[in-house]
């Protein structure tokens, strides 16, 4: 079964600095995606950046990139130079392998940016 | 035009009663899934359909019934609902590989008093 370990407490970054937002997964499937989504306190799920299994490259998007260690079973978010909006919930994904699969969550991490 | 929409947002009713929570992408996604947040913020998958068919049906009460009258909706029906149902209920809809297609809706926060 697929698992996604976040064991982080609140996490507290300042401004304009960057924050590593840590998770781990377990897996015995070769394929399989990885998913970062923030959810702000209006309550929606944002999408911030995927990594495939395959892919040979770290995943970025914007301030968002993903340090995928495929050996370790981690993929740490990090986010660079923090803004105030970046104080959210954060949860990482892991997608089933197949079409048409369920994300399976971590506990999510929440984040405070500090001015 | 939002991509994966739920109606209502917000929905307080009382114990024992019956609810539904609506929601219809137009992404023109095959898969259409339900998702539970409970008080704690963990997410947990309850339902999922592919082009009308449930694939996917967890440990969830059978007060709990789905339905997809097509492939943009599904819509999710509650009966005798319990105070413990209390929670944020999101949709979301996913194309079949990669990254950026999966889509949630805005989610609907049911308080059941």
């Known amino acids: 079964a697929q698992k996604i370990t976040q064991t982080q407490p609140g996490m507290f970054v300042q401004e304009k600095e960057a924050v590593t937002l840590d998770c781990t997964y377990d897996?015995?499937?070769?394929?399989?995606?990885l998913f970062w989504y923030k959810q702000p306190s209006s309550g929606e799920m944002i999408f911030l950046i995927y990594?495939?299994?395959?892919?040979?490259q770290n995943a970025t998007e914007g301030r968002y990139s993903l340090n995928f260690q495929k050996a370790r079973k981690s993929a740490n978010l990090v986010i660079s130079a923090s803004q105030l909006g970046d104080s959210a919930m954060y949860f990482c994904?892991?997608?089933?392998?197949?079409?048409?699969?369920?994300?399976?969550f971590g506990k999510g991490i929440t984040l405070s940016v500090r001015p | 035009d939002t991509a994966v929409s739920q109606t209502p947002k917000y929905l307080v009713t009382q114990m024992g009663n019956d609810k539904s929570i609506k929601c219809e992408q137009n992404?023109?996604?095959?898969?259409m899934y339900w998702y539970k947040q409970d008080s704690k913020k963990f997410l947990k998958i309850m339902f999922s359909?592919?082009?009308?068919?449930?694939?996917i049906n967890e440990t969830v009460p059978n007060r709990f019934s789905p339905k997809s009258p097509d492939k943009a909706h599904l819509n999710l029906h509650i009966n005798s609902l319990e105070l413990g149902d209390s929670a944020v209920y999101f949709c979301?809809?996913?194309?079949?590989?990669?990254?950026?297609?999966?889509?949630f809706g805005s989610g609907t926060r049911l308080t059941v008093v």
């Open positions: 990594q495939g299994s395959y892919d040979q």
């Open positions: 897996t015995s499937d070769p394929s399989y995606g």
């Open positions: 979301a809809s996913s194309a079949p590989v990669g990254g950026g297609g999966y889509t």
């Open positions: 994904a892991m997608r089933d392998p197949g079409a048409n699969s369920k994300l399976t």
């Open positions: 359909y592919n082009n009308k068919e449930l694939i």
């Open positions: 992404l023109g996604h095959d898969t």
